[in-house]
């Protein structure tokens, strides 16, 4: 008799919580990111499907947000990660006000900048290589309802990436 109420109960549970995700409004914001090879042809970049790739092939990341909701959605945020084995484009931001990380926590301006301490014991400023870029951020501000943001960044697949598989 226990077990037959304990799993009545269940299915009353999961009934009620079934239809709670029906009512359960579309989330205000959906996102798509698609991945393309930029291939050259007569001089122009030309994208095209992305189902392989090797080393050397320049790979464009394209996020696209929608706010399907009735109004607008403030404080957005959108995020690319740049896999490993690939290295960031320099200039390849778009827009171009952007920001990126090394580790998804600290974000910092384009190009990103970091301490060395030198021998003397000064430190000095230098650019962090774009092969340890692992995420780009915008902050696009303000998604109106029914509004689109798109982001973009383009990576080439790294030669040792491949060679490890």
Excluded: H
């Excluded at 122009?44 to 947000?65: F, I, Q």
């Excluded at 171009?96 to 014991?121: I, K």
């Amino acid at each position: 008799m226990k077990n037959a109420l304990l799993i009545s109960c269940l299915l009353l549970a999961a009934v009620a919580a079934e239809g709670a995700l029906a009512q359960a409004p579309a989330p205000a914001v959906t996102s798509t990111l698609q991945a393309r090879r930029v291939d050259s042809v007569a001089g122009k970049a030309v994208l095209a499907p992305a189902e392989a790739g090797k080393p050397g092939d320049l790979l464009e990341y394209s996020g696209t947000y929608r706010n399907g909701a009735q109004r607008s959605v403030e404080r957005m945020v959108a995020t690319i990660p740049v896999p490993a084995g690939t290295t960031f484009v320099a200039g390849s931001a778009e827009p171009a006000r952007a920001t990126a990380s090394t580790d998804g926590a600290q974000f910092a301006p384009l190009p990103l900048m970091r301490s060395v301490r030198l021998a003397d014991g000064t430190t000095r400023q230098e650019a962090v290589p774009l092969f340890e870029y692992r995420y780009v951020r915008w902050e696009i501000g303000t998604l109106p309802a029914g509004g689109e943001a798109v982001v973009k960044l383009r990576v080439q697949i790294d030669a040792a990436a491949t060679a490890a598989r």
